[in-house]
């Protein structure tokens, strides 16, 4: 039987942080000793020892596919160090990002690319990655038909993490102040005048305003995976999500938004990388506001990993406990995905799904990363 034992480290248990070790066999965690050390164990030092970090929101791969508007690279390159990326920042659980709407035109992984097909593609390349990735499906509501998108995403069912609609519809949610710098890019990208633009955009309006695909992802899917609602601005939009079953609210652009959607029960989902850099970079609803009304309930990375375990050692050092800041991208996280049972707690039984870091004030230096009971990372001393 293959065991290990990690000693004397800072345990951070899901609602205490205290010196202790635990004991892994075959993949999971045996034991949790806090207040005990082993003499024969992986001597950590008293450094940081916390479940890994589920992110359930990245855009990353994007940037690995273009570094520049102009340069792509192949989906398995970029998948490789999105990967890598990942686990050297204590993220064992990453569920990157696929959009599925009406648009299929741009290149694979990209906005406008074709999503089904990415996911297709996430489904063959995450049997061999270091961490666990799903698939964060960012669902268009607005377009028909959706049937053959709903068969192809259900063949793939076990790749997926969650869904959440996500409504672009120019001049809407988070775009609400961005429309008219919407329709001069669109009309300088085109090449054609201000009126043609806004004539553009005001049909694509229109369109968007006529279709609401909801209940056929819900009747599709019956219950079987999470849903969510991305950048709800108005209690209207958050009283739509959680009518077709949205029980996470993801990055609410408005403070009545964030507390409409716990007032129904709704888990709250922001930035990390809003957190650690003060507030959004679009202007949207503050991170830090919101956690001043205890309306946060998740953290995921956005565009950003280093930004989870760097808002955890920021937290910490402005007086937040370990266990509390931690929860925010650990059990939290698991509970939304509905893989507590499995993931995102130091608790006998788990996955051993680890991460060990320092305390370096403005960032988490990640020195070891175990992913099912097997080290996948560690830093040389």
């Known amino acids: 039987m293959t065991r290990h034992i990690l000693s004397n480290a800072t345990l951070v248990l899901p609602h205490r942080t205290v010196n202790g070790s635990i004991v892994i066999a075959e993949g ?7 207040e005990r050390s082993y003499a024969e164990g992986i001597d950590l030092h008293g450094q940081y020892l916390t479940s890994g970090v589920i992110d359930i929101h990245t855009d990353y791969l994007e940037k690995e596919i273009h570094p520049r508007p102009d340069a792509n690279f192949p989906l398995a390159l970029a998948f490789h ?17 696929a959009r599925v709407s009406a648009e299929t035109d741009g290149p694979l992984g990209s906005w406008t690319g074709n999503g089904i097909a990415l996911i ?5 390349l995450r049997q061999t ?3 666990r990735h799903f698939v964060h499906v960012r669902w268009d509501p607005c377009f028909q038909p959706c049937e053959g998108p709903l068969e192809r995403l259900i063949a793939h069912r076990e790749s997926l993490g969650n869904l959440v609609f996500n409504d672009s519809t120019p001049g809407q949610r988070q775009y609400r102040n961005t429309y008219h710098e919407q329709v001069k890019r669109w009309a300088l990208m ?10 553009w955009f005001q049909e694509r309006i229109r369109r968007a305003r006529e279709v609401n695909n909801r209940a056929a992802v819900v009747a599709a899917f019956e219950g079987s995976i999470p849903l969510g609602s991305h950048d709800d601005t108005t209690i209207g939009h958050v009283e739509e999500a959680n009518g077709f079953g949205a029980t996470l609210a993801e990055m609410p652009v408005t403070l009545e938004a964030a507390r409409q959607a716990k007032a129904f029960g ?3 989902c922001m930035g990390a990388p809003n957190y650690y850099r003060g507030g959004s970079h679009c202007g949207n609803l503050s991170c830090h506001e919101a956690l001043a009304e205890d309306l946060v309930d998740i953290l995921c990375s956005d565009y950003h990993f280093p930004s989870l375990l760097g808002s955890a050692v920021r937290m910490i050092n402005s007086g937040t406990a370990p266990h509390d800041a931690l929860r925010l991208m650990t059990l939290n996280p698991a509970r939304h995905l509905r893989r507590d049972h499995d993931l995102g707690s130091l608790e006998a039984g788990k996955l051993a799904d680890l991460v060990v870091f320092q305390d370096r004030r403005d960032y988490a230096h990640v020195t070891q990363v175990w992913v099912n009971g097997q080290r996948k990372f560690a830093v040389a001393e």
């Open 28 to 34: 999971r965690i045996e034991d949790v000793q806090p």
């Open 81 to 97: 160090l999105m990967d890598l990326r990942a686990i050297g920042c204590g993220v064992t659980t990453v569920l990157g990002a």
């Open 120 to 124: 297709e593609e996430y489904a063959r």
């Open 129 to 131: 990655s270091l961490g």
């Open 190 to 199: 085109k090449n054609i005048s201000l009126p043609e633009a806004e004539a």
């Open 266 to 268: 709704m888990m709250v």
